[in-house]
């Protein structure tokens, strides 16, 4: 099997359905279940429980070691973090203690359970490691797109965080043969996000009424991936990738998030109008700017093209539609996400930021 931490959040959730879906091999998934972590996500596995075994746990827990021998992983992916910039501002501890100390925890597990494998399940085990495109910071308007040997720069606690465990990462292959493999992506969307993200925040607030949040100019620009398209490069990095190598993960659909706005606000106008006919587009407010707002990631994705073969499938577009679609039929879920105490921290986020457009 292998072992999937963080698998009930945004990402790891839909990989675990994808893999699930592509793999008869099964995985053990571990999530300590916070406030991004969420069983519903997982609910049409009930009843796999041969192939989807759910622990409740942090990465950094020792009990990590007994579910690697017991299950015999021969691969982890690690997703398990927290990742929310605005978040990160407010409340950068948990980002250190999550994203630094729990995958040193993690990595500490399984080097010692490596380490203790016969020479051939030692050389086909893979510690792959899911990293994002925050992690070179910002660039220009007319910057070249960032490669996988662009400079580390994170901008905030939570890049900085991320960029720290990415180093952890590299230093275990270096220095112990940890047999490593990591990916940076750009902005995901897709099912199951969680919605205090740009995109699932503007449809949750586009259908109940409520003005939908536009940092500054709302010209930052940002590489949009399609998380279905994610899942599937990261199950051909795990599966061809090279030991110790990085691979960028991006859409190639670079848009400002007012172009993002617009085009969610255009496609909700077709599927779902508003009674009175107004465009949703009426909704747009712009709040103050978050502190440290990077203006531009782009994704350079040659390598994973020319090394593994991997293109992503979905347009902005059509990656677009499909997500406001599954939204407008999953009314019910984001009604039990949306729980009080997201709602205490929208109103801690965008309290008093409204100003006219």
């Not at 940092?215 to 930052?220: F, P, R, S, T, V």
């Not at 499909?322 to 949306?338: I, R």
């Amino acid at each position: 099997m292998i072992l999937v931490t963080g698998g009930a959040g945004f990402i790891g959730s839909n990989f675990v359905l994808d893999w699930l879906a592509e793999h008869e091999e099964g995985l053990v998934n571990l999530d300590a279940l916070t406030y991004a972590g969420n069983l519903q996500n997982l609910a049409s596995l009930a009843g796999q429980t041969a192939r989807h075994f759910f622990v409740q746990g942090d990465i950094g827990d020792a009990s990590v070691a007994a579910l690697l021998r017991t299950h015999a992983i021969r691969a982890v992916v690690n997703f398990a973090a927290e990742s929310h910039v605005d978040r990160s501002i407010h409340a950068p501890a948990a980002f250190i203690e999550t994203n630094v100390v729990g995958t040193f925890r993690l990595l500490e597990s399984v080097r010692a359970y490596w380490h203790a494998l016969d020479a051939e399940r030692k050389a086909a085990f893979r510690f792959l490691h899911v990293s994002t495109d925050e992690v070179y910071g910002s660039l220009g308007a007319t910057d070249p797109a960032f490669t996988e040997t662009h400079a580390v720069a994170p901008n905030s606690p939570y890049s900085a965080s991320k960029a720290a465990s990415d180093h952890l990462v590299r230093a275990y292959h270096h220095t112990y043969g940890l047999p490593v493999l990591t990916t940076n992506c750009s902005n995901n969307y897709g099912p199951y996000h969680f919605p205090e993200k740009l995109i699932p925040l503007c449809i949750h607030n586009a259908l109940a009424g409520k003005p939908l949040p536009i940092y500054g100019d709302g010209l930052q620009v940002r590489d949009w991936l399609y998380v279905k398209d994610h899942c599937s490069a990261i199950r051909r990095v795990l599966a061809a990738g090279r030991v110790g190598e990085v691979y960028n993960i991006g859409g190639n659909q670079e848009k400002t998030n007012l172009d993002t706005i617009h085009t969610l606000c255009d496609t909700l106008d077709r599927l779902q109008p508003r009674a009175d006919g107004v465009s949703y587009r009426t909704q747009m407010v712009f709040v103050t700017d978050r502190p440290g707002h990077d203006r531009r990631y782009a994704i350079d994705a040659a390598k994973i093209r020319a090394e593994l073969g991997w293109v992503p499938a979905e347009t902005f577009e059509t990656g677009l539609e499909k997500t406001v679609q599954w939204y407008l039929a999953h009314q019910g879920w984001v009604q039990n996400v949306t729980s009080g105490a997201y709602r205490h921290w929208i109103g801690l986020q965008y309290a008093d930021q409204d100003r006219p457009p």
